[in-house]
């Protein structure tokens, strides 16, 4: 179901339109639903013509993009309908496209969404992370290295619990380790990292149930271990940084990105195991329990036993 953004009621899930107020959102490459989020003023529409061409060569982008669609290929059936929210450019959603998946975008930003439009994705959609309109509508909801910019990431997790049907999955990755913090996390204006047990809690308080959390990136983690440390000699936490130095961060060199493309990559395959290594990343897929009423206390009468059980679309 898509819920009006304005008045809440349930609009109409091909022209988005709503019969309670009205509302028709401009919709040519996307569907416009004109979140009032601020955030978008920290984005430099520059920058999406840059990140455009980074995240589709970039080592790290490249080898995090196919430890993904190992992931569904192992854990989401083909055909499942798929909404990435914080798409951005549009890689990961165009990539998961191409394997057979119906992936619809979402990202706040209308200069994301227009190089995500080169993806052949099914549809985009203009809109808040925290005011996402959809209930129990996809088979599998995701959101890649979002969390962590979002100061109330929990309001931002209810929205994909929300969105995903019962007995489907969300699908979330975020930067590991808070003492991996530095100059990288400043840079992407990141607002915090994450230990395991962070995002395995704020997972089972939206009643989702964990199936993996795992670190990856193993190869990362004691260059970043070096790094973090030189940040915080240098005095760096206090200083803010240049949008532009992400063009320098983000420098691949050809032999240097092609190797640690090539180590980082080899992940893949064990990827549905569960490690002790340490890596930069975090991974965490978990499942919405088929019943309707996971809200409710175990033996304590729940609101949606009255209601009839939910069934999945056909
Ligand atoms: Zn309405």
Redesign the pocket.
């Known amino acids: 179901m898509i819920r009006?953004?304005?008045?809440?009621?349930v609009?109409d899930a091909r022209s988005f339109t709503?019969?309670?107020?009205?509302?028709d959102p401009a919709r040519e490459a996307w569907v416009d639903l004109e979140p009032t989020d601020t955030v978008e003023s920290y984005f430099d529409p520059l920058e999406f013509r840059y990140r455009y061409g980074a995240e589709q060569r970039h080592y790290w982008h490249r080898a995090r993009r196919e430890i993904l669609l190992e992931v569904f290929r192992q854990r989401v059936p083909p055909g499942s309908r798929v909404l990435e929210v914080g798409c951005g450019c549009g890689h990961v959603a165009g990539s998961l496209a191409r394997q057979g998946y119906r992936v619809w975008g979402a990202d706040l930003s209308a200069h994301a969404l227009e190089w995500a439009g080169r993806q052949g994705l099914e549809r985009l959609v203009r809109a808040s992370i925290l005011q996402l309109p959809f209930e129990e509508e996809f088979d599998a909801v995701c959101a890649f290295d979002v969390l962590e910019h979002i100061p109330d990431h929990r309001q931002a997790l209810a929205g994909l619990a929300r969105a995903v049907r019962p007995g489907g999955q969300v699908l979330i990755t975020v930067p590991a380790h808070p003492r991996l913090w530095g100059s990288w996390d400043r840079m992407q204006r990141h607002v915090r990292r994450y230990r395991d047990t962070d995002l395995t809690d704020m997972l089972r308080e939206q009643g989702l149930e964990p199936v993996l959390v795992r670190q990856f990136f193993a190869a990362l983690y004691l260059p970043a271990l070096a790094s973090a440390v030189f940040d915080r000699l240098a005095g760096g936490a206090q200083r803010r940084e240049p949008p532009f130095e992400l063009h320098h961060a983000m420098w691949d060199p050809p032999l240097v990105g092609r190797l640690a493309h090539a180590l980082l990559a080899l992940e893949r395959q064990r990827i549905h195991q569960p490690t002790r290594a340490r890596g930069t990343s975090l991974l965490a897929v978990a499942n919405k329990p088929a019943s309707a009423s996971v809200q409710g206390e175990p033996g304590a009468p729940s609101r949606s036993s009255a209601s009839t059980p939910h069934r999945s679309r056909p």
């Open positions: 009006c953004p304005r008045c809440a009621g609009l709503c019969g309670g107020c009205g509302l």
